[in-house]
């Protein structure tokens, strides 16, 4: 009798584990396009003016790390930065948080039961802790300047290391080379 409940108990944490390694291999990025776009006509972009709370232009030190890796990305595809005010194809807007969360997590404990301990029984005595993280969101527009369309859109969204906030320039620069990865375009003609 406990052979086949040992059995059963290791089969749902086998389940279990499966559904949890499932879960996490996840790509936390998407991304979307206006397929009605003509990709090739654009060869130029600048970023779209951010303004402080009192409505003066400024640029924070994440807005800062992203335009350096945005501008990266889309060099790396053949656009090209035009200054602040010029005229350009593509206008890149960009928005970026990180929030605190929380998240119950529950694991089986070992049941003492005599003089040994025997496997743990997944659905009984339960070990259940809360743990907090950080979630950070990122999302990248591409909008058609003449038209004032977004042609592109990228949307990220993870849990933020200790490592991360450390050092945020790398973390910024992999996360947008991650989401850009998703980005199937040129530019000009050759798309």
Same mark, same amino acid.
């Given at each position: 009798m406990f052979k086949r409940i040992k059995a059963v108990a290791? !089969?749902? %944490? %086998?389940?279990?584990? $499966?559904? *949890?390694? %499932?879960?996490?291999?996840?790509? =936390?990025?998407? /991304?979307?396009?206006?397929s009605s776009a003509d990709f090739t006509n654009y060869r130029s972009?600048? @970023? !779209? $003016?951010? &303004? /402080?709370?009192?409505?003066? =232009?400024? +640029?924070? *030190?994440l807005d800062k790390r992203l335009e350096a890796a945005i501008t990266s990305e889309m060099q790396a595809r053949g656009y090209k930065l035009v200054e602040a005010g010029a005229a350009a194809d593509l206008a890149v807007d960009y928005h970026a948080h990180v929030e605190d969360k929380q998240k119950i997590v529950s694991s089986p404990e070992p049941v003492h039961w005599g003089r040994s301990w025997y496997d743990p029984w997944p659905a009984y005595n339960n070990n259940v802790r809360t743990v907090d993280y950080k979630q950070g969101t990122l999302i990248i527009n591409l909008v058609d300047a003449a038209s +004032? &369309?977004? !042609?592109? &859109?990228?949307? #990220? &969204?993870?849990?933020? +290391?200790? /490592?991360?906030?450390?050092? =945020?320039? %790398?973390? !910024? $620069?992999?996360?947008?080379? +991650? #989401? @850009?990865?998703?980005? =199937?375009?040129? $530019?000009g003609p050759g798309n």
């Amino acid at each position: 009798m406990f052979k086949r409940i040992k059995a059963v108990a290791l !089969v749902l %944490a %086998a389940l279990a584990g $499966a559904s *949890l390694v %499932a879960g996490c291999a996840v790509n =936390p990025v998407t /991304s979307d396009y206006d397929s009605s776009a003509d990709f090739t006509n654009y060869r130029s972009f600048n @970023f !779209v $003016a951010r &303004q /402080s709370a009192d409505g003066e =232009p400024y +640029k924070s *030190l994440l807005d800062k790390r992203l335009e350096a890796a945005i501008t990266s990305e889309m060099q790396a595809r053949g656009y090209k930065l035009v200054e602040a005010g010029a005229a350009a194809d593509l206008a890149v807007d960009y928005h970026a948080h990180v929030e605190d969360k929380q998240k119950i997590v529950s694991s089986p404990e070992p049941v003492h039961w005599g003089r040994s301990w025997y496997d743990p029984w997944p659905a009984y005595n339960n070990n259940v802790r809360t743990v907090d993280y950080k979630q950070g969101t990122l999302i990248i527009n591409l909008v058609d300047a003449a038209s +004032k &369309q977004m !042609v592109w &859109q990228g949307t #990220m &969204q993870g849990t933020v +290391k200790r /490592s991360d906030l450390e050092n =945020p320039s %790398a973390a !910024v $620069a992999a996360a947008v080379a +991650k #989401m @850009f990865n998703e980005y =199937p375009f040129r $530019a000009g003609p050759g798309n």
